[in-house]
């Protein structure tokens, strides 16, 4: 799935030479690019759909901060008990969360749209533990090789 669009130019020739044979290999990568575009699609609508829900918890995050300090302001006032400030910072930590699960379901959907464009994912390869630290007091060694 992660490049079947950047491989298509290889898929082309075979679909052009089976329009003219009516081999069964043109409907099979007929199928493949429609499948790729379809996995685009769905996940730019993920894109947008997690941004706009992003913004909204945004918008409501600055709401509750606001709310926050009139409960402050009233408490300093004296025309409320604490228990008010409390349920408002109560509140607010909540929209904050939600606020930082929806940036991570954003972020992810940016990622799946990068792979269903074709671009891979490739991890770093794993650092052993004793890698940055030296031996006897002796200073670490730099990589002639840095990547």
């Known amino acids: ?41 769905s996940a730019l609508v993920a894109v947008r759909t997690t941004r706009q829900q992003y913004a909204a918890q945004q918008a409501q995050v600055k ?38 699960q929806m940036r ?4 992810s959907a940016i990622v799946r749209l990068y792979t269903a464009l074709g671009g891979g994912w490739q991890t770093p390869p794993a650092v052993p533990a004793t890698a940055g630290k030296s031996a006897a007091g002796a200073a670490p060694q730099r990589n002639a090789n840095p990547r």
């Open 1 to 41: 799935m992660s490049a079947r669009i950047r491989t298509f130019p290889r898929y082309s020739s075979v679909w052009s030479k089976s329009r003219f044979t009516g081999a069964p290999a043109g409907a099979a990568v007929l199928s493949e690019v429609e499948t790729a575009f379809a996995d685009v699609d």
């Open 63 to 100: 709401t509750l901060q606001r709310t926050l300090k009139l409960a402050n302001l009233q408490y300093q006032n004296g025309a409320t008990a604490y228990l008010t400030v409390l349920d408002a910072e109560r509140t607010l930590f909540n929209s904050e969360l939600a606020a930082a």
């Open 104 to 107: 991570q379901a954003q972020l």
